[in-house]
């Protein structure tokens, strides 16, 4: 089986460009400077899955996930699962060769023209153009399709129903899932996907049109080289000019000391929200001049996932895996279509409800889950029966996104990444989401339920898939922490307020300044195109965007082996 990772015994010390992170920013930036030659290195903190190794079964996803606090910890550093148990609000994201592209639901939307009226971004995002090439482009790779028969999907129906009386529209939801087998741009051959609803737990299809699919196989084909299991820690400026990485294993055992020392000219972090903004954080501490704007403007992008539960009507919203646990049954894509609530007054009031669905591996610990303070919620039927049957059977499953303050901060406690969003809970948004999502549940006969894991760990406070901010754009280094093009600001003693360090770049999701009220992942793929097209100017490089021809196609479980 065809892996993209090379040992980590092959890691040279010296590179054009080192890349920290392999998600959307991370896997753009690799593949667009190996085409133009660069030799480029990409660190990733977890580990590599290929298709099928993802968990199918309920005590393979309990050994996939992190659970990490202020207090405690537990799980393995390579899970797949990273779940941050915070004060005041809780993140989760993936970790692995792909990064969120591998536990995504997948949903592609360009948010509102509004949201890049806002002036806290940069005026040339508005203005050169450059961010549509990037959704372009972005497009082309991510390959967004609507599910050809969402409206026949239960779980689809169900949200859909309710649109009258929760004052929304129903759209079918743009994807990245092929839905049609098909050789993709990176020249591996995809098969169809089989409405098995599992995309948020990893594809074991194939299907999903994850990073690890697109942009990193393409990467590796022209020249890029993939390291696994390697913590970045921070980075320096080299006196002579260039970055110095200092990184170390992610699993220590006897090389707990073992520093990782990696030199090139331009360092790309791309480690997530949380990721590079803890590099980020610790590079400060350690000496390197950047704004006080970092770890400031933290968004939850308006995020809920929540339930509607005790319905009366047939709703199949848990993944049934593959190969199929149940036989004759279809689930759809993690999310088919959305209701959407429009205000043309105010933007900050628009939301979308998703029709999600529970990936198959957890589906034996749902009816534990409806479990709060001793009360049973009619899960013992479900204990019996399995949740195909019963009251699960007619369990929604909501994925909500909206808008928020971005009122989150990012610190270091005891060298840790510690977020503080005081009243996190009370933030608006998640009253009109509640309401919204009562009248929904509602309609259906059922009960909204907004964290039945409340009498836990979990708590009350919110949780988001989708952080953002952190490393903020802006025009200069008193309102961001990055230009528009995602190079950071010099806080250097005498220097402009404008002037940057030359070859350090933030491309991902820490970089957006604010809520975006749709998934991020289209954006910030366009972003990172767009950062790539300016780079090709700045650094006098040449590449295309074009696919790549190939006589025989690579398969997805051997996603390495290039004919």
Not at 234 to 240: F, Y
Not at 547 to 557: D, L, S
């Amino acid at each position: 089986m065809g892996r993209l990772a090379r040992p980590r015994e092959e890691l040279r010390q010296n590179y054009d460009v080192v890349i920290v992170g392999s998600g959307y920013g991370g896997a753009v930036s690799a593949s667009r400077l190996a085409r133009a030659g660069k030799k480029v290195a990409v660190l990733e903190r977890g580990r590599e899955f290929v298709t099928g190794e993802f968990p199918a079964r309920f005590p393979e996803l309990r050994n996939e996930l992190r659970l990490t606090s202020k207090s405690m910890s537990s799980g393995s550093p390579t899970a797949l699962f990273d779940l941050r148990i915070g004060d005041d609000i809780h993140v989760l994201v993936g970790n692995g060769l792909g990064g969120g592209s591998l536990i995504n639901a997948g949903v592609c939307l360009r948010p509102d023209p509004r949201v890049f009226g806002d002036e806290v971004w940069p005026g040339q995002i508005r203005q050169d153009g450059l961010l549509d090439e990037g959704y372009r482009r972005a497009s082309a790779w991510v390959r967004p399709a609507t599910h050809p028969r969402a409206a026949e999907m239960t779980k689809y129906q169900a949200i859909a129903g309710a649109a009258d009386a929760a004052g929304c529209t129903m759209r079918d939801t743009p994807v990245a899932v092929s839905f049609d087998e098909c050789v993709n741009p990176a020249g591996v051959r995809q098969p169809a996907c089989t409405s098995c609803g599992d995309c948020c737990s990893g594809c074991n299809v194939g299907a999903k049109n994850t990073v690890a699919l697109s942009y990193l196989p393409d990467s590796v084909r022209h020249g890029a080289e993939i390291f696994t299991e390697v913590s970045v820690r921070r980075v320096t400026r080299k006196s002579g000019g260039g970055w110095r990485v200092e990184a170390r294993p992610t699993v220590n055992k006897e090389e707990t000391n073992n520093v990782i020392l990696i030199e090139a000219g331009i360092v790309i972090l791309a480690a997530g929200t949380l990721g590079s903004t803890e590099i980020l954080l610790r590079s400060a501490q350690s000496g390197l001049p950047v704004s006080d704007r970092l770890g400031k403007r933290f968004s939850a992008n308006g995020d809920i996932i929540a339930f509607g539960y005790g319905g009366d009507q047939t709703v199949n919203a848990i993944g049934i895996g593959h190969p199929a646990k149940i036989e004759g049954f279809e689930v759809g894509s993690a999310v088919t279509g959305q209701l959407e609530y429009r205000h043309a007054d105010n933007l900050e009031l628009e939301y979308a409800v998703q029709d999600g669905a529970m990936p198959s591996p957890i589906a034996p610990a749902l009816p534990v889950m409806f479990l709060p303070n001793g009360r049973l919620l009619g899960a013992v039927q479900s204990l019996i029966s399995g949740v195909y049957k019963g009251p699960f059977s007619r369990l929604q499953t909501f994925f909500a996104v909206s808008h928020d303050s971005a009122s989150g901060q990012f610190k270091l406690d005891a060298d840790k990444l510690a977020l503080a969003w005081p009243n996190a809970k009370d933030e608006p948004v998640y009253k009109r989401l509640g309401e919204a999502l009562s009248t929904i549940s509602a309609h259906l006969g059922g009960s909204y339920v907004q964290n039945p894991l409340a009498g836990t760990v979990m708590g009350q406070q919110p949780a988001t898939a989708h952080p953002l901010g952190g490393c903020g754009m802006g025009t200069d280094r008193s309102n961001g922490v990055v230009d528009h093009r995602g190079c950071v600001f010099d806080a250097s003693p005498g220097t402009g307020t404008n002037i940057v360090h030359e070859g350090l770049y933030v491309i991902d999701g820490s970089i957006i300044p604010r809520s975006l009220g749709v998934n991020p992942l289209l954006t910030i793929t366009a972003l990172a195109e767009r950062a790539m097209l300016l780079m090709r100017t700045d650094y006098k490089l040449d590449f295309d965007a074009e696919p790549v021809a190939v006589g025989t196609p690579t398969e997805v479980t051997a996603p390495g082996s290039f004919v």
